[in-house]
C-alpha cells in the first residue's frame, strides 16, 4: 500500500506546535510538487536552514497543520508541515547589542 509513514497521526488533537509570528528554520530542502505557481516542478523553493515567519496555519487531511512560512528573503510563502521545520529563538541571531568595536 502507498499510505505514508506518518498516515495514523493526527497531529490536530493538539495544538498548533508553532503560532502566527514565529521565527522559524526550514529543516529540510523543498522542492515544488507542483503546487507552486510560476517555478519548475523539482525546482527548490526553501533551502534547509532558511529563515522564515508562520504567516498561516491551516491543516491537510484533517490530519496535519499546514504552516504557511513567509520566507521573507525569497519572496514567497511555502506551506510546510510542523516536523519540517525548528523554532529559531530570537537571541541566534549574530547581531551583538551594546558591544562596540573601538
Same mark, same amino acid.
Given at each position: 500500500?502507498?499510505?505514508? /509513514?506518518?498516515?495514523?497521526?493526527?497531529?490536530? +488533537?493538539? +495544538?498548533?506546535?508553532? *503560532? &502566527?509570528?514565529?521565527?522559524? /528554520? +526550514?529543516?529540510?530542502?523543498? /522542492?515544488?510538487? =507542483?503546487?507552486?505557481?510560476?517555478?519548475?516542478?523539482?525546482?527548490?523553493?526553501?533551502?534547509?536552514?532558511?529563515? =522564515?515567519?508562520? *504567516?498561516?496555519?491551516?491543516?491537510?487531511?484533517?490530519?496535519?497543520?499546514? &504552516?504557511?512560512?513567509?520566507? &521573507?528573503?525569497?519572496?514567497?510563502?511555502?506551506?510546510?508541515?510542523? /516536523?519540517?521545520?525548528? +523554532?529559531?529563538?530570537?537571541?541566534?541571531? *549574530?547581531?551583538?547589542?551594546?558591544?562596540?568595536?573601538?
Amino acid at each position: 500500500m502507498g499510505m505514508s /509513514r506518518d498516515s495514523d497521526v493526527v497531529e490536530l +488533537s493538539g +495544538s498548533p506546535i508553532f *503560532a &502566527y509570528g514565529d521565527k522559524v /528554520r +526550514s529543516r529540510k530542502h523543498v /522542492r515544488n510538487d =507542483g503546487t507552486f505557481p510560476g517555478k519548475e516542478i523539482g525546482e527548490v523553493l526553501v533551502q534547509k536552514g532558511d529563515v =522564515g515567519y508562520v *504567516a498561516s496555519i491551516g491543516t491537510f487531511l484533517q490530519q496535519f497543520y499546514i &504552516y504557511g512560512i513567509d520566507f &521573507y528573503e525569497r519572496g514567497y510563502m511555502v506551506g510546510m508541515k510542523g /516536523r519540517e521545520l525548528e +523554532s529559531v529563538e530570537e537571541d541566534d541571531d *549574530a547581531d551583538v547589542v551594546g558591544e562596540e568595536t573601538p
